[in-house]
């Protein structure tokens, strides 16, 4: 079974800076999928960086950056140039290829940006 | 709006009675996926259907929840005798089949109070 670990309840980062929420995976499978999500408090869940186990660089989009270190099952997300608009709930979560595609979500971060 | 649409976004019950949530996914998504989120956790896999086949279920999901997906479209979960333990943040979401990135498209959820 996958497992995925969020350490951080809560972060505090000053807008405009880089802030680094962490997230490690455990899973047996080679083959695997790992994604954040934002959760504001709207509630719904959006999609923000994939990376995939065979991945040879780390994924970019835009501001946000997925370190892999596969070797260390770790998949931390790297937020640059903070925006008080980046204040919510960040989620990592694990899809193995193998059998059905559902997500495995680990319990979160809470990010507060301030001015 | 194109996005994955729940209705009601809120319900309150009473202890006993039976709810009943809709989820209409994004049109060409074959996918579709119910999660419960409770406060301070990530949401939780309750299950997942490819067109109107419900192919997995998770052991979260009682025999007191049932969940449809008729002619592949619009899904609906429903859960009888509610009990307080319910009370949770009920998200659906939708993706494509095929190889892809597996990026889950989620509703802004259905959040249910159990007095």
């Known amino acids: 079974a996958q497992k995925i670990t969020q350490t951080q309840p809560g972060m505090f980062v000053q807008e405009k800076e880089a802030v680094t929420l962490d997230c490690t995976y455990d899973?047996?499978?080679?083959?695997?999928?790992l994604f954040w999500y934002k959760q504001p408090s709207s509630g719904e869940m959006i999609f923000l960086i994939y990376?995939?186990?065979?991945?040879?660089q780390n994924a970019t989009e835009g501001r946000y950056s997925l370190n892999f270190q596969k070797a260390r099952k770790s998949a931390n997300l790297v937020i640059s140039a903070s925006q008080l608009g980046d204040s919510a709930m960040y989620f990592c979560?694990?899809?193995?290829?193998?059998?059905?595609?559902?997500?495995?979500f680990g319990k979160g971060t809470m990010l507060l940006v301030s001015p | 709006d194109t996005g994955v649409s729940q209705n009601p976004r809120h319900k309150i019950t009473k202890r006993g009675q039976n709810v009943t949530f809709r989820c209409d996914p994004i049109?060409?998504?074959?996918?579709l996926y119910w999660y419960r989120q409770t406060l301070g956790q990530g949401p939780e896999f309750l299950t997942y259907?490819?067109?109107?086949?419900?192919?997995?279920k998770s052991r979260l999901l009682s025999d007191r929840f049932s969940a449809e997906r008729p002619k592949g479209s619009f899904s609906t979960l429903e859960i009888q005798r509610t009990e307080q333990g319910d009370s949770a943040m009920y998200l659906c979401?939708?993706?494509?089949?095929?190889?892809?990135?597996?990026?889950?498209?989620f509703g802004e959820g259905s959040r249910l109070t159990v007095l």
């Open positions: 979401a939708s993706s494509l089949g095929g190889p892809y990135t597996g990026e889950l498209f």
């Open positions: 990376q995939g186990s065979y991945d040879q």
């Open positions: 049109s060409e998504h074959n996918r």
């Open positions: 899973t047996s499978d080679p083959s695997y999928g």
């Open positions: 979560a694990m899809r193995l290829n193998s059998g059905y595609s559902t997500l495995t």
């Open positions: 259907f490819q067109n109107e086949a419900q192919l997995e």
